[in-house]
């Protein structure tokens, strides 16, 4: 967007949510908040025809295991319209249930049941919250930064056995651990 369109974006946001701090991210802006204001700020930005963000066009997880609250969930917003977008991040912490924002947008189904799926972000009031491209028997998150990079178990055929065998994965190469947070690089 253009620094124009920006400043008028941000003065909108300031006015219809003087509550909530807005920042600049490069070409984009950026409002924080917590789950509690999740889906009546949502709602509004939504339904306010000076914003119109009638889209949730993405929501994604990302992992930050320093922090306090190490998930958050990003959800990129965009008003068709207005040719403008928007870029909401609300920090979570392990167990943390979200508000779903399906009675907001549809859209939010699927984009929250990967979040689920890959990070372990919870989602309360999601009426069907379950897996959609790992095992029902997979153990963990893949996404995070403590999984390992190869997987825990591999999934091959057996000719002998005549059946699929699920076995864990041996590393052979020496100083191949898993993500440790708490070391650091010389």
Same mark, same amino acid.
């Given at each position: 967007?253009? $620094?124009?369109?920006?400043?008028?974006?941000?003065?909108? +946001?300031?006015?219809?949510?003087?509550?909530?701090?807005?920042?600049?991210?490069?070409?984009?802006?950026?409002?924080?908040?917590?789950?509690?204001?999740?889906?009546?700020?949502?709602?509004?930005?939504?339904?306010?025809?000076?914003?119109?963000?009638?889209?949730?066009?993405?929501?994604?997880?990302?992992?930050?295991?320093?922090?306090?609250?190490?998930?958050?969930?990003?959800?990129?917003?965009?008003?068709?319209?207005?040719?403008?977008?928007?870029?909401?991040?609300?920090?979570?912490?392990?167990?943390?249930?979200?508000?779903?924002?399906?009675?907001?947008?549809?859209?939010?189904?699927?984009?929250?049941?990967?979040?689920?799926?890959?990070?372990?972000?919870?989602?309360?009031?999601?009426?069907?919250?379950?897996? +959609?491209?790992?095992?029902?028997?997979?153990?963990?998150?893949?996404?995070?930064?403590?999984? $390992?990079?190869?997987?825990?178990?591999?999934?091959?055929?057996?000719?002998?056995?005549?059946?699929?065998?699920?076995? $864990?994965?041996?590393?052979? +190469? $020496?100083?191949?651990?898993?993500?440790?947070?708490?070391?650091?690089?010389?």
């Amino acid at each position: 967007m253009t $620094p124009e369109k920006l400043t008028r974006l941000e003065a909108a +946001l300031n006015q219809l949510l003087p509550e909530l701090p807005v920042e600049r991210a490069g070409a984009a802006l950026v409002l924080r908040i917590t789950t509690a204001e999740l889906v009546a700020t949502m709602t509004r930005l939504r339904d306010a025809p000076e914003l119109d963000f009638r889209l949730l066009i993405d929501l994604a997880g990302v992992h930050y295991p320093g922090r306090e609250k190490p998930l958050e969930v990003v959800y990129q917003l965009l008003s068709v319209h207005r040719n403008q977008r928007l870029r909401v991040k609300v920090a979570v912490g392990e167990g943390e249930p979200v508000p779903s924002l399906i009675g907001v947008w549809s859209s939010a189904n699927w984009y929250e049941r990967e979040a689920y799926e890959m990070f372990g972000i919870l989602f309360s009031g999601h009426p069907d919250l379950r897996r +959609l491209l790992t095992e029902y028997d997979f153990d963990g998150h893949p996404l995070r930064k403590e999984f $390992p990079v190869s997987g825990r178990f591999e999934v091959r055929y057996d000719a002998d056995q005549g059946r699929v065998v699920r076995e $864990p994965v041996q590393l052979t +190469l $020496p100083n191949r651990e898993y993500y440790r947070p708490e070391r650091t690089r010389p």
